[in-house]
């Protein structure tokens, strides 16, 4: 779907497990990695990434949920509606006389939506891009058996898991780790650098008391709109409140 | 007793106390800078303690500074404590092979290093004894932390100023250094008093420059930690905390915590003394290894609080709760200490500054309710045995009940023999381990009946003759079945609440002359559902046993009672001398109490099975934490007027 592609080639960076993936599945339908033609008939696994942006794209999600066992949207284009997704705060049909030189050629929807706004989806695997360790995870899980082991918690707890120092208790930046969903392993904080909301929103997501919290401290609404609207700009608990923060 | 004669160390002195002990051939884990905090470190000497180094703490705000001393240890505490160490963030319990039907579990070893740490402080030293409770005095020991517990050499430091966030003077945990460590030091200006209370510790000193301390330099030790103690930057009143906190579960203060709180969790990743964990299995797609991993968990988590989907905490408001009555209330009756040693942490790093003392101390004066009286904690004798690691076992028979519930004839793999009540956490490997109570046992099998709902579950339902699972336990508290000797007994079952009765059901059932009156009432939820049919139709057969089933949904085939099991109740007669053991859906379990209140049955006559989320079932892991009690090793068999004040409450 609409994405830049960077999460199928995780799988492809999968390079020492790809041999085992090769064994333990059979892959019939990979564009990053083959040609070969979509082979029909049913399949026990998809893997999607991207968001829901025209309206071909619409049709042929319907078509995957039905002839799939169970669906994997994977990236935060396919669970948030991802970058691509910050047209949904602005005329999109400006966007497009902008960026176009025939805008009429251009069929796309008003809003990139993520797929279960859609279709069912059975797991939601975030980032961007995805971690490889958690797409292999999801697709052992799927393989043996068992539940995804991908919790379901702030990224705080993989930061203090690690050992790092809080940014920002310690050097006094914005963190969006506190509100964000685990599975990048803390990766901004561990280089002193405050957490994007890469992975999107976490279960209760306290967005108010964090912002609260920054603008005691010195930060400006337009900060807190840049902070909670970027990569995953248009998930409902981050789009919330970029909007309370709007001039 | 005179106290062991102190020495005075000279300044110079301490980088050749770290060089005997390195040569001693431990490694040195000490206070180090690193950009932004001082945190704890493997060191090799002095030059990289934080000599001349300070803290600024806040709520939510930790800042280094340079003093204008070059003090070695002029800081309080920082992000990180000493049970990263003992209590690594991630570790492996158990490793597992599969091998065609045969699986293996070993324990993983933790083989720790001997280590130093240099620099622990009081409230550090109290926040260790309290975790060797959890994890060394409980019903079982953890081992892989005993190893790593043994293997450490405490010099701890005396504080002489208190922080802006402490309050150990408060908790009874310090700024004096109590007793647990190797060799202690006050630092003053030019050296260090240098305490020894091991032989170790002693050993040290011995080879060390050091000479008596003179009494004006003991007299300036009291006196650094006498202005610490007076100059402490927070302060809490515990006086009756855990009962008052416990009788507030409704205080609107909750509330008002849960819109500031995040639940990220960073309090009690930085809290000393948490100890919850996560427990996953860890396999690369079909390979036959699989590592059974421990990770830090906390209580501000969804996955904390949630078994078969339903979620217990679903607010922050609960999280909130859970973990402050955990901390100041519920540790009391679980390990007869406070949970917490007043170091601060838990202030400075809270992303938002919530600061426990303020939310403490409005509980306390914002028109609370009257305390309530908490359980008495249990003395344990930890038993020896890994309780992590799972015994292979073959599985005898399979024998389907229902068309989705299957009963496991497991062979028999440990000399202790499961009560009715008790469970055993059955494991597959790449899946993970469940607890599943003991449906029935003989000499050399166990009986598990389970319903294929969960992803484990249904793993094992699909289990066949002549397969190997894991298998470990028993735990958890019994039926008091004896109570039936001069008591009518009735058992009250809803659903697959009956298979943990039925264990009980069997041995009253076989001795009519200890149990001459026993009721069973079972409701199901229709005639297609119905557990143990043949034994039922047995039981009441007998002439010590009368047992009673309905359906909620009624059917062509069906001729008996409709309706739920509380409907069923209301015809029969409930003695008040009589005991009642209750089992099912909470919700059904609700009902039946109410009823039982109606006819006016004591509490400390009924008996309820609770689950919880578990993953340890050894007291460790925290999950399964139901107010102040473990339904790991307090349950899962309660008394009711036991855990009246929780029973029901949303939350916990
Ligand atoms: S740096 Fe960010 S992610 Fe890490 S603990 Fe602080 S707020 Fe949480
Ligand atoms: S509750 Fe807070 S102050 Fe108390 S021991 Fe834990 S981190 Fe320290
Ligand atoms: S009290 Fe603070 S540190 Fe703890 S979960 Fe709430 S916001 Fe996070
Ligand atoms: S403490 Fe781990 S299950 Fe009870």
């Given at each position: 779907m609409a994405s830049c592609d960077g999460c199928q080639l995780t799988l492809l960076d999968c390079e020492d497990e790809l041999l085992a993936l090769g064994e333990a599945v059979d892959i019939v339908h990979f564009p990053e990695a083959s040609s070969a033609l979509r082979p029909q008939g049913r399949f026990d696994l998809t893997l999607v990434e991207g968001s829901i942006s025209t309206p071909e794209q619409l049709e042929e999600i319907r078509h995957i949920r039905a002839v799939s066992h169970a669906l994997v949207v994977i990236g935060a284009c396919a669970t948030s509606g991802g970058v691509q997704a910050l047209r949904n705060f602005a005329d999109h049909e400006q966007f497009m006389r902008v960026v176009y030189a025939t805008p009429s050629y251009v069929s796309s929807l008003a809003d990139s939506t993520p797929i279960s706004a859609h279709v069912p989806v059975d797991f939601e695997l975030r980032g961007c891009p995805i971690d490889k360790a958690q797409l292999l995870e999801v697709i052992t899980a799927s393989v043996v058996g068992r539940k995804p082991g991908i919790p379901n918690e702030a990224v705080c707890m993989e930061c203090k898991r690690r050992g790092v120092v809080c940014v920002m208790v310690a050097r006094g930046q914005t963190c969006l780790g506190p509100v964000t969903h685990a599975g990048c392993g803390a990766l901004c904080p561990a280089y002193d650098r405050?957490?994007?909301?890469?992975?999107?929103?976490?279960?209760?997501?306290?967005?108010?008391?964090?912002?609260?919290?920054?603008?005691g401290r010195g930060r400006s609404k337009a900060d807190m709109v840049r902070a909670f609207r970027l990569i995953t700009g248009a998930a409902p608990a981050f789009e919330h409140e970029s909007k309370r923060h709007e001039p | 007793m005179t106290p062991p004669p102190a020495h005075w160390l000279e300044r110079d002195e301490l980088g050749h106390l770290l060089a005997l002990i390195r040569g001693d051939g431990y490694r040195l884990i000490g206070p180090t800078v690193d950009g932004a905090a001082i945190i704890y470190d493997e060191i090799e000497g002095v030059d990289e303690l934080p000599v001349g180094w300070t803290d600024e703490q806040a709520p939510g705000r930790y800042r280094l500074r340079r003093r204008d001393?070059?003090?070695?240890?002029?800081?309080?505490?920082?992000?990180?404590?000493?049970?990263?160490?003992?209590?690594?963030?991630?570790?492996?319990?158990?490793?597992?092979?599969?091998?065609?039907?045969?699986?293996?579990?070993?324990?993983?070893?933790?083989?720790?290093?001997?280590?130093?740490?240099?620099?622990?402080?009081?409230?550090?030293?109290?926040?260790?004894?309290?975790?060797?409770?959890?994890?060394?005095?409980g019903p079982f020991v953890d081992h892989r932390y005993?190893?790593?517990?043994?293997?450490?050499?405490?010099?701890?430091?005396n504080c002489v100023e208190a922080g802006e966030l402490c309050f150990c003077a408060s908790m009874g945990t310090g700024p004096r250094v109590g007793p647990g460590y190797d060799l202690c030091l006050t630092e003053l200006d030019g050296g260090f008093v240098v305490e020894a209370e091991t032989e170790a510790g002693a050993a040290l000193v011995q080879r060390l420059d050091a000479r008596a301390a003179a009494d004006a330099e003991l007299t300036a030790r009291d006196a650094g930690l006498d202005s610490c103690r007076q100059t402490m930057g927070r302060e809490l009143d515990t006086e009756g905390l855990p009962g008052l906190l416990f009788g507030n579960?409704?205080?609107?203060?909750?509330?008002?915590?849960?819109?500031?709180?995040?639940?990220?969790?960073?309090?009690?990743?930085?809290?000393?003394?948490?100890?919850?964990?996560?427990?996953?299995?860890?396999?690369?797609?079909?390979?036959?290894?699989t590592a059974r991993e421990r990770s830090w968990d906390s209580c501000f988590g969804q996955d904390h609080s949630t078994i078969h989907g339903a979620v217990f905490r679903p607010a922050i408001a609960d999280r909130y709760r859970q973990w402050l009555t955990h901390k100041f209330a519920s540790w009391t009756s679980q390990f007869d200490a406070s949970g917490c040693v007043g170091c601060g942490r838990c202030i400075a790093w809270c992303p938002?500054?919530?600061?426990?003392?303020?939310?403490?101390?409005?509980?306390?004066?914002?028109?609370?309710?009257?305390?309530?009286?908490?359980?008495?904690?249990?003395?344990?004798?930890?038993?020896?045995?890994?309780?992590?690691?799972?015994?292979?076992?073959?599985?005898?028979?399979?024998?389907?009940?229902?068309?989705?519930?299957?009963?496991?004839?497991?062979?028999?793999?440990?000399?202790?023999?499961?009560?009715?009540?008790?469970?055993?956490?059955?494991?597959?490997?790449?899946?993970?381990?469940?607890p599943i109570s003991v449906s029935g046992s003989g000499e050399d099998f166990v009986e598990h009946t389970l319903r294929g709902v969960g992803r484990a579950t249904k793993a094992l339902s699909e289990l066949r003759p002549g397969q190997r699972l894991g298998v470990r336990g028993p735990f958890g508290s019994r039926w008091p079945i004896e109570l039936a000797k001069d008591h009518p007994l009735t058992l009250i079952a809803g659903g697959v609440g009956l298979t943990p009765l039925r264990s009980a059901m069997q041995q009253l059932a076989a001795n009519?002359?200890?149990?001459?009156?026993?009721?069973?009432?079972?409701?199901?939820?229709?005639?297609?559902?119905?557990?143990?049919?043949?034994?039922?139709?047995?039981?009441?057969?007998?002439?010590s046993c009368d047992v009673s089933v309905t359906v909620d949904q009624a059917s062509r085939r069906w001729l008996g009672n409709i309706g739920f099991v509380t409907r069923l109740l209301r015809r029969k007669e409930l003695p008040l001398d009589g005991r009642y053991f209750i089992c099912g859906p909470e919700v059904m379990m609700r009902q039946v109490l109410f009823l039982l209140d109606e006819a006016g049955v004591p509490k400390s006559h009924r008996f309820v099975s609770i689950e919880r989320n578990m993953k340890c079932a050894a007291g460790f892991c925290g999950r399964c934490q139901y107010g102040p009690y473990f339904v790991c090793k307090d349950g899962p068999i309660f008394r009711h007027d036991h855990i009246d004040f929780i029973f029901g409450q949303p939350g916990f």
């Open positions: 405050g957490c994007y909301g890469c992975f999107g929103p976490r279960e209760s997501a306290n967005t108010g008391s964090l912002a609260t919290w920054e603008l | 001393d070059d003090a070695i240890f002029g800081f309080a505490v920082g992000p990180h404590s000493w049970k990263q160490r003992l209590f690594p963030a991630r570790e492996p319990l158990v490793q597992i092979r599969r091998d065609g039907d045969d699986i293996r579990f070993s324990a993983a070893r933790a083989d720790p290093p001997p280590t130093a740490f240099i620099g622990v402080r009081a409230c550090e030293l109290a926040a260790i004894e309290l975790q060797d409770r959890v994890f060394v005095r005993a190893a790593r517990r043994e293997a450490c050499l405490i010099i701890a430091v579960l409704d205080h609107p203060r909750w509330t008002e915590v849960a819109e500031r709180c995040l639940a990220c969790g960073n309090c009690t990743q930085v809290c000393p003394t948490c100890f919850c964990f996560d427990v996953k299995d860890v396999s690369l797609l079909a390979n036959a290894e938002v500054g919530i600061d426990v003392t303020e939310e403490l101390s409005a509980i306390r004066s914002q028109d609370p309710k009257p305390a309530i009286e908490l359980p008495r904690p249990q003395v344990w004798w930890p038993r020896e045995d890994d309780p992590l690691v799972p015994a292979p076992a073959r599985v005898l028979e399979v024998q389907p009940e229902t068309p989705d519930t299957v009963t496991l004839v497991i062979e028999r793999t440990t000399a202790v023999r499961e009560e009715p009540g008790q469970f055993n956490m059955l494991s597959l490997p790449a899946i993970g381990d469940v009519p002359d200890d149990y001459p009156a026993v009721r069973l009432f079972y409701g199901a939820r229709s005639a297609a559902d119905i557990l143990y049919d043949t034994e039922l139709l047995a039981w009441d057969s007998l002439p």
